[in-house]
């Protein structure tokens, strides 16, 4: 996600702040790398040349060129404009339990709209909601079966018809179906379609009329650039949507997408979508979002991840374990597959200050990675878990063999156990990773 802009910024910001006195001209061949590195990230050309000339006015100013520290003046001001072209507020969507909520989601075909759905729907029933899945996409093949399959996993129940050709009345048996039940939220899955269909369209409105939704989401597929940007101003033209989720940013998506269709459509980004796993969807905040395209991290972001998926009261005695410098083995695999919960390694690690995109290129532990990692720790005495200093030349091989694994996967695991152990300090010391969240 923003990989490429965010080593493009890293190496135009690390220029400024290695000088001690900044001059007229060095800010502008700066915004000038700035205007190319956005342009290349897919950014409207207008929002582009807005940004460019807001951060100049300021870059330029007294306050700045007189600081001690002038480069990391203009970071701020980069971050801050940054911040305010996604939005300065985070947008909480509200859906009380003691009534029926309504949520629609509309878009293009392909975009990612049914898995979308599930997604919401597993999110919103861990927040002791009881959503229900309507499948109203009854023109592309198979997606009322993909949205049944995903409700099934879910074990949420989905209202569908396949012999229905009617969006509105399988909208209106969902109502009344649902009247005197538990669900008190319904997710609606519409048919792909392009803003240019006006009979397709014409459908989208009046079951708009027919639902009055609390929420409808626009979904966009954010490796589209300023395609969906687009399609985005037209959809809400016609319709007026509450907000975007933009999914597959854990693709090489550009960004473009994510900088730009807030200061287009006037409507905020409300959730991404990270991965293909149905927790893979998280809330958008525009401030968390800057400091990651800056390189700055999201320690907040990943607090929340840990918080969700590490057992507090396992976490305290490992801390007290940490002091006493005693992390085992054992304690190594519980982490790790702990970890595994909150999401791909190379995600959660870039979540990290300071952490270069090059220094997370190929980094992943997959399922495989796991299974090699578990044979080796599984393999080793007692004693060799316990106190790993202890495993010598001799015991390596006997491990390897005994894992059915090589000694270099070996010396690999011991390395990366002792990295393990720095990274686990941060992840149980909730209080230690909030300082210093931004370098200025």
Do not use: W
């Amino acid at each position: 996600m923003f990989n490429n802009l965010t080593e493009r910024f890293d190496a135009i910001f690390k220029k400024l702040k290695g000088k001690g006195k900044l001059t007229e001209q060095n800010i502008n061949d700066s915004m000038r790398e700035v205007r190319r590195a956005l342009l290349e990230a897919d950014v409207n050309f207008k929002i582009v040349k807005n940004f460019i000339d807001e951060v100049s006015k300021k870059a330029v100013g007294t306050e700045v060129m007189k600081s001690l520290t002038p480069g990391h003046q203009v970071v701020k001001i980069v971050h801050n404009q940054l911040t305010a072209l996604m939005g300065t507020d985070n947008f909480k969507v509200k859906l009380p339990d003691n009534r029926m909520n309504k949520i629609m989601l509309v878009g293009l075909q392909g975009s990612g709209k049914t898995t979308t759905c599930a997604k919401l729907a597993s999110s919103f029933h861990k927040k002791n909601l009881n959503p229900t899945l309507v499948a109203c996409d009854i023109y592309r093949p198979a997606a009322i079966h993909q949205l049944n399959v995903l409700g099934k996993q879910l074990d949420i129940p989905v209202i569908s018809d396949e012999k229905q050709k009617n969006v509105l009345k399988i909208a209106r048996k969902a109502l009344k179906d649902t009247e005197n039940s538990e669900t008190n939220l319904l997710i609606f899955d519409t048919a792909g379609r392009l803003h240019i269909d006006e009979k397709m369209m014409k459908e989208l409105r009046e079951l708009k009329k027919l639902l009055n939704p609390d929420y409808i989401f626009f979904v966009a597929d954010a490796m589209t650039g300023q395609d969906a940007v687009n399609v985005a101003k037209e959809f809400n033209d016609q319709l007026e949507f509450d907000g975007v989720i933009l999914t597959k940013m854990d693709s090489d998506a550009r960004g473009g997408a994510a900088l730009s269709i807030k200061a287009v459509t006037d409507k905020p980004i409300i959730y991404v979508g990270t991965g293909e796993k149905i927790s893979d969807l998280d809330e958008f905040h525009p401030d968390r979002m800057a400091n990651r395209i800056l390189g700055m991290g999201d320690v907040l972001s990943l607090i929340e991840k840990a918080e969700a998926a590490i057992d507090s009261v396992e976490a305290e005695k490992l801390m007290k374990k940490l002091k006493k410098n005693q992390f085992t083995f054992s304690d190594f695999l519980s982490q790790l597959q702990q970890l595994q919960k909150m999401g791909p390694l190379d995600q959660i690690m870039g979540m990290l200050p300071g952490m270069s995109t090059s220094a997370l290129k190929g980094l992943q532990v997959n399922e495989k990675d796991l299974k090699h990692i578990e044979a080796i720790i599984y393999s080793m005495t007692p004693q060799e878990k316990e106190t790993p200093s202890v495993i010598n030349g001799s015991r390596r091989h006997r491990i390897a063999q005994g894992s059915g694994t090589s000694i270099q996967q070996v010396n690999r695991l011991l390395k990366q156990f002792e990295q393990m152990k720095k990274m686990i300090k941060k992840f149980n010391n909730p209080k230690s990773m909030k300082e210093g969240l931004l370098p200025f």
